[in-house]
């Protein structure tokens, strides 16, 4: 299957400051990529839809001063966790969407672990 | 997340079938699939059936769709404790653009 990296997989940081995280498609373009949040023991909760080259498009609920997405080009989408508190930490994960013809799926990447002390 | 339901645990000893249950509620699901998470990883797609499909196998793989009564399953054969994760029944909604409705997914244990 297709492969999408996520960088950094661990990030550490202190209260207030900014956390940039990578997602990258490596053998595919998307066009749409998507940013979800995931707490312990529980499922997936989407955050945003990004769109290469238009902005995104971000969920109920989720400040989007807060979390910011860039989406420069086919195969990267960038997700900065600004001013980030405590209760930011969370486990980051993204997806590539891929159509191929009629068929369509959606590549996750390993995941990002954020820890704000 | 409500929209599509998943048992939240199942056991089984290895060599055994497991069977994994999604209800849906949304008939204008055109994609569903199933993931499996492995601890402290991303999602791994395992595979996806396509909703004018009843069934599909895949190795030891079988998903069967039932569109009438909304039912997804993933049967696992001989399944081996690498097989214990989590997973995730999933949908596309038509016009959705491509957004996934995940269940709350299932912990599979499998015992030696």
């Known amino acids: 299957g297709a492969v999408v990296s996520q960088h950094p997989s661990w990030v550490i940081c202190k209260s207030g400051t900014s956390v940039k995280i990578e997602c990258r498609s490596l053998?595919?373009?998307?066009?749409?990529m998507f940013w979800y949040r995931q707490f312990p023991k529980q499922s997936l909760m989407l955050m945003a839809t990004?769109?290469?080259?238009?902005?995104?498009?971000?969920e109920q609920g989720v400040e989007k001063d807060k979390f910011l997405i860039n989406h420069a080009s086919l195969t990267l989408s960038t997700l900065t966790v600004t001013s980030a508190h405590p209760e930011d930490s969370s486990f980051y994960i993204c997806?590539?969407?891929?159509?191929?013809?009629?068929?369509?799926?959606?590549?996750f990447g390993p995941g990002t672990r954020l820890l704000v002390l | 997340g409500e929209d599509v339901e998943q048992s939240l645990f199942l056991s089984v000893r290895e060599g055994d079938s497991s069977v994994i249950n999604c209800t849906y509620t949304?008939?204008?699901?055109?994609?569903l699939y199933w993931y499996k998470q492995e601890p402290g990883a991303g999602l791994q797609l395992l595979t996806y059936?396509?909703?004018?499909?009843d069934m599909k196998q895949d190795q030891r793989l079988t998903v069967l769709l039932n569109k009438k009564d909304k039912h997804l399953s993933l049967r696992i054969a001989d399944t081996q404790t690498g097989d214990s994760a989590i997973y995730f029944c999933?949908?596309?909604?038509?016009?959705?653009?491509?957004?996934?409705?995940f269940g709350q997914g299932t912990t599979l244990q499998v015992k030696p």
């Open positions: 999933a949908e596309i909604r038509s016009g959705n653009t491509g957004k996934l409705i």
């Open positions: 990004s769109n290469e080259g238009s902005k995104a498009t971000y």
């Open positions: 997806s590539a969407r891929d159509v191929d013809g009629k068929q369509e799926t959606q590549y």
């Open positions: 059936i396509f909703s004018n499909m």
């Open positions: 053998d595919f373009q998307a066009t749409t």
């Open positions: 949304d008939s204008s699901s055109t994609y």
